[in-house]
């Protein structure tokens, strides 16, 4: 059996940062309790391996009864400035986690809509990252799911206004692509920002590359994660075995009868779980 890596795979720079600042907060803070607003990453192995160290996961319903000076996380994906508000009255301790990428989209988001500009943002409404970014909103702002909204979406005077798009991080290119073509044919003034991470992009080209060479591919990562779904949706789509899985244990027993197994990972994807999984599929059923 031969197995091959994806050329880029596994976690990103702001995963990687959340996580390291995570466990620094809890090394520099014996005693007390430190928090993660929301699940810190998405995936599943990892948050319990931060549990066990001490790390609580906080619902953004709960800030109102945190002890004076607890120290909360802001994950990767931020948050509305209305919660950091809230956190600050209870006179916690904050560590930002947020994403560079995500923290400029805020920015941009928060300048452009409350000018005379229209923003619309591109991406999945129920995703912590979305969701965050609204909040730093105007009254010019609009956010779509996907193309079929955007066909049907207006804006008044939208012809002569200043139309900014841009995206979540994560979002699908190819959609993204298809939403901005049928704006240009739309909007008269429109600047696109295309925020999505080029470590998303970078994931999907090495996967559709490593299809090529193998007879089935391994996506690992966490079940919510968007991306990990989309690599996995992607490996589904051109390779002829693909399967979805979270840990080693999860490996279908088909996999180990194969020649060429191909393996990638979400950006929420620890290497200590990768290497997991390549150990057995080496060691075998």
């Known amino acids: 059996m031969k197995i091959i890596r994806a050329s880029v795979l596994g ?17 520099e803070n014996p005693g007390k309790k430190v928090y993660s607003l929301g699940p810190l990453i998405h995936n599943e192995n990892a948050l319990r391996a931060l549990e066990v160290k001490g790390l609580h996961i906080l619902e953004e319903e709960d800030i109102a009864g945190l ?29 930002d986690a947020t994403c560079p990428r995500v923290k400029a989209s805020q920015k941009m988001v928060e300048r452009y809509s409350s000018e005379n500009d229209y923003v619309v943002l591109t991406g999945d409404r129920n995703h912590g990252e979305v969701i965050g970014i609204a909040g730093y909103a105007g009254e010019n702002f609009s956010q779509l799911q996907d193309f079929e909204e955007a066909e049907n ?106 020649k060429k197994i191909g393996i990638t990972a979400g950006a929420s994807t620890p290497d200590e779980i990768i290497e997991e999984v390549e150990r057995k599929l080496e060691a075998g059923l």
Do not use: W
């Not at 976690?11 to 090394?27: H, I, P, Q, S």
């Not at 931020?78 to 560590?95: F, M, N």
């Open 67 to 95: 002890e004076e000076g607890s120290v909360v996380i802001i994950r990767a994906h931020g948050v509305a400035p209305s919660v950091t508000d809230a956190l600050e009255k209870r006179g916690c301790q904050i560590i």
């Open 153 to 258: 979406f207006e804006i008044p005077g939208g012809e002569e206004k200043n139309v900014i798009l841009l995206s979540q991080t994560t979002y699908s290119p190819k959609e993204f692509e298809k939403i901005e073509s049928l704006f240009r044919g739309k909007f008269r003034n429109l600047a696109v920002m295309n925020t999505i991470c080029p470590a998303t992009n970078e994931r999907q080209q090495a996967l559709l590359e490593l299809c090529s060479k193998v007879e089935g591919v391994l996506v690992v990562g966490g079940k919510n994660s968007a991306n990990t779904k989309r690599l996995y949706q992607t490996a589904a789509a051109n390779c002829r075995q693909a399967t979805h899985i979270q840990s080693a244990s999860d490996i279908p027993s088909e996999f180990f009868t194969l």
């Open 11 to 27: 976690f990103c720079f702001g995963v990687r940062r959340a996580v390291e600042l995570a466990e620094k907060a809890l090394a």
